[in-house]
Structures are given as structure tokens and as C-alpha cells.
């Protein structure tokens, strides 16, 4: 039964961090934390996907004369590309998102959704 846990215990740490992340982005007033909340969830889903592509004894997929060309002594190369490309995209939005809570602060003073929403509608 204990062996079960620690087997899948990453992907307990992995729910733990996509409910915390979406805590954070569902639950939270401050523009600030909804984005942090944002980048624990997108961090969640990162480790979701490289744990899924691990295999046990296998190696790095460069062809290795004393491993033969079986494919199942290798791990598959391309979630860990695509998770690559999506740690950069999550650094983009992360900093156009900094960007725009600055505008955001600067118009209106704060960066709570309920002064923002009265705000905007007195201002219009």
C-alpha cells in the first residue's frame, strides 16, 4: 500500500501544485497573485508532462553501440522539446502580463479586481 504512495508521489505534488495554482488564478482579488497563481499552474503541468515521459532504465536518446538501437532503451526526446518551447512561451506571457498589470497600476492605483471593475465603470 505505502509502495502504491511513493510511486505516484510526484504526481501527488503535481495535483497539489495545479489545485494551489488554480487557487490562486480563481480565488484571489490581486491581479499580482492571479499570475503567480498562473505560472504554479503552468509549472504543474510542465512536471505533469516530464513525469510521463520518464522510462525506467532508459537513457538519453543518443545511440549507444552497448544499448543497440531498440527504442525502448531510450527515452522519447520530443515532450521534453515541447516542454521547452512551452517553459519560453510561459516566460513571454509572464512578462507581457508584468507589463500590462504596470499600465494597469499606473491608470488606476490598484491592482485589486474590485477597485479596478469600479474604477473603469466610473471612469466611462
Do not use: C
Amino acid at each position: 500500500m505505502i509502495e502504491a504512495w511513493v510511486d505516484r508521489g510526484t504526481y501527488f505534488m503535481t495535483m497539489l501544485l495545479l489545485v494551489l495554482g488554480l487557487y490562486g488564478i480563481i480565488l484571489k482579488r490581486n491581479l499580482v497573485k492571479k499570475l503567480i497563481g498562473l505560472n504554479i499552474f503552468q509549472t504543474a503541468i510542465f512536471l505533469f508532462f516530464i513525469q510521463g515521459s520518464t522510462k525506467f532504465g532508459a537513457t538519453v536518446p543518443v545511440v549507444d553501440s552497448r544499448l543497440g538501437t531498440g527504442a525502448m532503451n531510450y527515452v522519447n526526446p520530443l515532450p521534453h522539446a515541447l516542454i521547452l518551447t512551452a517553459i519560453v512561451v510561459s516566460v513571454a506571457i509572464t512578462g507581457v502580463a508584468l507589463a500590462l498589470l504596470i499600465t494597469i497600476y499606473r491608470r488606476y492605483r490598484s491592482l485589486d479586481e474590485r477597485i479596478l471593475l469600479e474604477r473603469m465603470r466610473q471612469s466611462s
